[in-house]
């Protein structure tokens, strides 16, 4: 096969695997919801959610400094690129190498932060009271070691990827989430929040681990254990994916963000805003996260080609339908905040008041999505380059800029505060992205995406104020969420139809083909 047809088949699979990787998220968060629905009934939203949600940020951290996305981003254009020019023995090792390194890395990281997860856990949560703050120890040393599997279950997933499997890459959440159901359905009773915990470590082995290495092994590809740090093919990786691993997008630190800062407000601020952080990722990942890992080894395969325009009119293919629909869904995510989040988690020990705060603050977080999704999207233009440096201290600089707006915003204005800082700064972070695109690269046009923007604004103000209107006429949550969800897809889809730009209209109209298609057969 000609790189040319190589090249085509790669980019005619993004629709596909783009669709594949969305259900997988949309399901996968369907899945957080119901983690989230037994979180909020057991527990509800108080000091011992904050100490859980808190129990995360080291590990978190952890696995930022040890890959972060850095896997699928940096090693996918590396891999391919090693694969096509040096062959596959050579990729196999690099892959071997980096296992190998990566495993005895994690393990020895992981040990240290657990022997000092008290005073690290104090550094960052001084406001805690002391039971919180020994509970979130306790609860940081449980799910720790689930970093490690994540880390070297990254590697393996990209190499799935860069070989066409993405079927691993859909799963992996949805048994991680899996795992902390069934944590906090068989153990939440008896053990609180520490249910949850062994349900998350539990998860982390099954679903990011185990399920790649055996698709990998069906795939008759080799998963070596080789301990080289001074290999010169896996220097050379570090070297590309240094950048995603010592930078801080936002993409990453606004989560720390939010817990640092809400863990200086009143207690339970932390689990508030965590409860509707998790609603606004839906969209986020259906869109953003689906969208940017389908595209990446496309867009790979064209950077690597030396096809200049073709891959600038394929990002911007790309970034026109994601952000139309992204704020659109931000528009629909407004209108059925408060009966949606009544309908999700007012049960058990959460209560009415518990909604309202979440409701508030989820309205807030919808102005970020459409950033969120560009941002994804935007970046791989870059890592599809091999350019991580770049990106790398822009997003960098962005971030540290960003701490005084959510230091003061959460001062001034509380979790609102919080979530707004965070809605401004993915936005700002998202065009500084893409204006860096142009000027760096020459791609993609920047005009065509603001049309874009301004369309998708005009549906998502219609759409979403018709549903958010329709939804207080009715007071019982679900009814509330069927009629305003009703309201808002009746405006929302004739009118991306009408005023979405060329290419959303061309992608819509290829999925009714597709749908009258599979109808008549």
């Known amino acids: 096969m000609s790189p040319d047809t190589t090249s085509r088949s790669h980019a005619s699979r993004i629709p596909f695997v783009a669709a594949l990787l969305a259900g997988s998220m949309l399901f996968s968060r369907a899945l957080g919801l119901v983690r989230e629905m037994v979180l909020a009934s057991q527990l509800g939203a108080g000091a011992e959610v904050d100490a859980y949600r808190a129990a995360f940020q080291i590990p978190d951290i952890l696995f930022h400094f040890l890959s972060g996305g850095a896997f699928a981003v940096a090693f996918v254009p590396f891999y391919v690129r090693l694969r096509e020019s040096r ?85 992996a959440p949805l048994v991680y989430n899996g795992g902390i159901i069934a944590g906090g359905v068989l153990l939440g009773g008896a053990l609180g929040a520490e249910g949850f915990a062994w349900g998350a470590l539990a998860g982390a082995v099954i679903g990011p681990f185990v399920l790649p290495v055996l698709d990998l092994r069906r795939a008759g590809l080799k998963l070596g254990f080789r301990v080289a740090p001074h290999d010169p093919d896996f220097l050379a990786y570090l070297w590309r994916a240094a950048p995603l691993i010592l930078g801080l997008s936002l993409l990453t630190v606004d989560e720390w963000y939010d817990k640092w800062f809400g863990g200086l407000l009143a207690e339970g601020t932390i689990s508030l805003i965590g409860y509707a952080r ?44 994601s952000l139309m629909l992204a704020a659109v869904l931000a528009g629909g995510v407004w209108a059925l905040a408060e009966p949606g989040v009544a309908l999700i988690f007012e049960r058990g020990a959460f209560t009415a008041q518990d909604t309202e705060r979440v409701a508030a603050i989820l309205t807030v977080f919808c102005f970020g999505i459409p950033g969120w999704v560009v941002q994804q999207v935007a970046g791989r233009g870059f890592y599809a380059r091999e350019d991580m440096w770049r990106p790398m201290f822009l997003s960098t600089g962005v971030a540290l800029l960003a701490i005084p707006l959510y230091l003061a915003l959460g001062r001034g204005f509380g979790a609102e505060g919080i979530a707004a800082a965070g809605a401004l700064a993915m936005s700002g972070s998202a065009l500084v992205l893409l204006v860096a695109l142009r000027l760096l690269h020459g791609g993609p046009a920047l005009a065509p995406l603001a049309g874009t923007l301004a369309r998708a604004g005009v549906v998502a103000l219609a759409a979403g104020g018709a549903g958010g209107l329709a939804t207080g006429l009715v007071e019982a949550p679900l009814t509330a969420c069927l009629v305003g969800g009703s309201v808002f897809a009746a405006v929302a889809i004739p009118g991306t139809w009408l005023l979405g730009d060329k290419t959303t209209r061309e992608l819509l109209r290829g999925l009714v083909r597709r749908l009258r298609r599979s109808r008549g057969a």
Do not use: K
């Open 278 to 321: 998790m609603l606004m990722l839906v969209p986020v990942s259906v869109v953003g996260q689906a969208v940017a890992t389908a595209a990446l080894p496309a867009l790979s395969q064209l950077a690597s080609e030396g096809r200049r325009e073709e891959l600038h009119a394929t990002l911007l293919r790309i970034l026109q339908p």
């Open 87 to 171: 062959g596959g023995e050579a990729a196999g090792r690099l892959v071997a190498t980096a296992f190998g390194t990566l495993t005895l890395v994690s393990l020895a990281a992981t040990a240290a932060l657990w022997i000092f997860a008290e005073p690290l856990v104090a550094l960052q949560f001084p406001q805690f009271a002391p039971e919180t703050r020994a509970l979130t120890v306790r609860l940081t040393r449980i799910v720790l070691p689930a970093q490690v599997f994540f880390v070297i279950g990254g590697l393996v997933r990209a190499v799935l990827m860069a070989n066409d499997r993405f079927a691993t890459q859909a799963l």
